[in-house]
């Protein structure tokens, strides 16, 4: 029988996939953001500020997971498409070993030099013992936060999305019902935040664990779970571009958390609270992404198999409704960020005036443009889903690398404190200039191509 990814009508295939991904993303930004409500409810806005040091932390994991993940489920559709299972389904059995292997190397590593990774992140001398505290419990998480984010993109491209959401959903619930508890009732402060995300995410872990043994297209046998030098360089190759948009990140965090200690020092709002809110405003513009984000990579099966068999008037539509959905998705976020500010960052405490009036600044213009950025990351995650890794990753490095970082540092020398929050709009606004220019480049090329 024909796979339904090649036969399937568009229009429903792109809502059942989207759907569930989109809540995973969701549910997977909430990990953070609501450990942020509750710490900044229950320790104030230093712990806020702990939080936004240790996040370079788990995003260089979030990196790793999704390399390893996105690559696979690349690969594994790819090959589905041309109708060679083995292939498919050792990738699968490749990406399991990979996953462990990172998760427990970045918890040993992360936790033997913790101090000075903070210090590298812009913790100050009060913010840091939060930091410590919060930073060496959620870091014992990390092999379990690896395999929740590898096995949702393979289980995803298997046709399964609504077990990537079920996954997430029982981690994300744990974590909501148990930070409460810990912080309020046991006033475990941060620890007690990061200890409720670690038994959400085993929770999650052990659903996927079981899930992997279940595919719909075939079935996963124990001698494929091993490494194979050549299918494992091929899964890190087509996930390159997922660990350079999420790497990119942590650079630019690292950046822009020191350069609001150092400008933030010379200004009225003192070091601690440009911390805290960009923090904020950086996890709640997550969230938001999170749904176009859901959207872009809940298709990457679509346009996997549909370019494997050579479908590609299939693709070339996917690729239109999904970047149309994304961006509309953004400027509805937009009108949020720009109309309810001070409501937003209410809800993670309510500190003094200075707080807020540089909460409000932080959202107002740092996410002036961020209706663009859907560009280069649904144009990225098309690239990467086609087998065109180069291409990806030139798309994920543009926002991050060439423009954010330069222009915090330029407009940071310019403008001090306010400077740097206008390197967002910037950053935005030409990142989807290349995106744009890129896909004018490649469209008719990638078509035309023997697959």
Avoid at 132 to 151: E, Q
Avoid at 198 to 223: H, M, P, S
Avoid at 371 to 394: E, H, N, Y
């Amino acid at each position: 029988m024909e796979h339904p990814l090649g036969r399937e009508k568009l229009s429903k295939l792109i809502i059942q996939y989207s759907i569930p991904s989109i809540i995973s993303f969701v549910v997977n930004s909430l990990y953070n953001m609501v450990d942020q409500v509750f710490i900044g409810q229950g320790v104030g806005y230093l712990g806020n500020a702990a939080t936004n040091v240790i996040m370079p932390l788990t995003t260089i994991m979030l990196a790793l997971g999704l390399m390893i993940g996105d690559g696979a489920a690349a690969f594994m559709s790819l090959n589905l498409g041309q109708g060679n299972k083995e292939e498919a389904r050792k990738s699968v059995g490749n990406m399991c070993v990979l996953t462990l292997i990172a998760g427990i190397l970045l918890m040993t590593l992360f936790e033997l030099f913790l101090r000075p990774l903070a210090l590298m992140f812009g913790a100050t001398e009060t913010v840091m013992p939060y930091a410590l505290n919060y930073g060496r419990t959620i870091v014992l998480g990390f092999p379990f936060y690896a395999v929740s984010i590898a096995f949702a993109s393979i289980i995803r491209a298997d046709g399964r999305p609504n077990e990537t959401m079920r996954g997430l959903l029982i981690g994300c619930i744990t974590n909501i019902i148990l930070d409460p508890v810990f912080i309020f009732t046991f006033h475990m402060g941060v620890q007690g935040a990061a200890l409720a995300t670690i038994i959400g995410q085993f929770l999650n872990t052990v659903y996927f664990v079981v899930c992997i043994f279940r595919f719909k297209t075939f079935d996963l046998k124990a001698e494929d779970i091993k490494l194979d030098r050549k299918i494992s360089t091929k899964i890190i190759t087509l996930g390159t571009s997922s660990f350079i948009t999420q790497i990119a990140v942590v650079l630019v965090i690292g950046v822009m958390n020191n350069l609001l200690v150092s400008y933030g020092g010379q200004s009225k709002y003192g070091a601690d609270i440009p911390l805290a809110t960009f923090g904020i405003t950086m996890k709640v513009c997550q969230l938001a992404f999170g749904i176009a984000l859901g959207i872009a990579t809940s298709v990457q099966p679509i346009y996997g198999f549909n370019y494997g068999c050579g479908q590609y008037g299939r693709v070339k539509k996917t690729f239109r409704i999904t970047m149309f959905t994304s961006v509309v998705v953004m400027l509805l976020a937009l009108v949020i960020f720009q109309i309810f500010p001070q409501n937003i960052t209410a809800l993670f405490g309510q500190e003094s005036d200075l707080y807020m009036e540089f909460a409000v600044k932080s959202f107002r213009i740092f996410l002036l443009a961020c209706f663009l950025q859907p560009v280069a990351s649904v144009t990225g995650i098309f690239f990467q889903a086609i087998g065109k890794p180069v291409l990806s990753a030139v798309c994920s490095m543009s926002r991050q690398i060439v423009f954010m970082i330069p222009s915090m540092i330029l407009l940071g020398t310019l403008s001090g404190i306010e400077g740097i929050l206008w390197a967002g709009p910037v950053a935005d606004t030409f990142s989807a200039v290349i995106a744009g220019a890129m896909l004018m480049l490649f469209w008719k090329k990638i078509f035309k191509e023997k697959v």
